[in-house]
T-cell receptor
Framework: KAGVTQTPRYLIKTRGQQVTLSCSPI?????VSWYQQTPGQGLQFLFE???????NKGNFPGRFSGRQFSNSRSEMNVSTLELGDSALYLC?????????????FGPGTRLLVL | SQQGEEDPQALSIQEGENATMNCSYK?????LQWYRQNSGRGLVHLIL?????REKHSGRLRVTLDTSKKSSSLLITASRAADTASYFC?????????????FGEGTQLTVNP
């Protein structure tokens, strides 16, 4: 099976703009989670979607949002970008959403906000 | 905020030596997983150990879990230069937590040829 894919891989934006990142999970996986990785804060959970519904949400401002489509593909959106949003954004997929499974991560989207 | 801490933050060893990394966490867990990350790339899953397991092996990897001390360790035996990477532990809670993982701060392992 193909792994988790993320597009785009690299992105440069300026403050105030918005950005949309995409994640395609492993075929058959219904849960998609998003994480932000920065040198200062490490890996932090953004949100999880399962069967098109947001299941969990981390401690991020409302500028960060996401959605999941019927084919389990997911997008996350960041509006009104700030310099501190520069990070590696990782998505992970799993078959279900009960906490007992292996999470498979994509290669990430590196976002630079200028 | 991070669930716990990893120790050491950085580890430098010679090829062929063993590498041991430790992870501590704060809350009850369903399982604990270890991941590897090469220089800013995606995370590669290494091993998952459930809360009712004490030890697990996979190739050159050995993971232990002590739920009474809320700690885990990852041992890589006979290390290779290709093992150079950052290693993270991540904990998963119960069903209400869904697929959410809480990560430690990571250990940067350097294996010198």
């Amino acid at each position: 099976k193909a792994g988790v894919t993320q597009t785009p891989r690299y992105l440069i934006k300026t403050r105030g703009q918005q950005v949309t990142l995409s994640c395609s999970p492993i075929s058959g996986h219904r849960s998609v989670s998003w994480y932000q990785q920065t040198p200062g804060q490490g890996l932090q959970f953004l949100f999880e979607y399962f069967s098109e519904t947001q299941r969990n949400k981390g401690n991020f401002p409302g500028r960060f949002s996401g959605r999941q489509f019927s084919n389990s593909r997911s997008e996350m959106n960041v509006s009104t970008l700030e310099l501190g949003d520069s990070a590696l954004y990782l998505c992970a997929s799993s078959l279900l959403s009960y906490g007992g499974e292996t999470q498979y991560f994509g290669p990430g989207t590196r976002l630079l906000v200028l | 905020s991070q669930q716990g801490e990893e120790d050491p933050q950085a580890l430098s060893i010679q090829e062929g030596e063993n590498a041991t990394m430790n992870c501590s966490y704060k809350t009850s867990i369903n399982n604990l997983q270890w991941y590897r990350q090469n220089s800013g790339r995606g995370l590669v899953h290494l091993i998952l150990i459930r809360s009712n397991e004490r030890e697990k092996h996979s190739g050159r990897l050995r993971v232990t879990l002590d739920t009474s001390k809320k700690s885990s360790s990852l041992l890589i035996t006979a290390s290779r230069a290709a093992d150079t990477a950052s290693y993270f532990c991540a904990t998963a809670g119960g069903e209400t937590s869904g697929s959410r993982l809480t990560f430690g701060e990571g250990t940067q392992l350097t294996v010198n040829p």
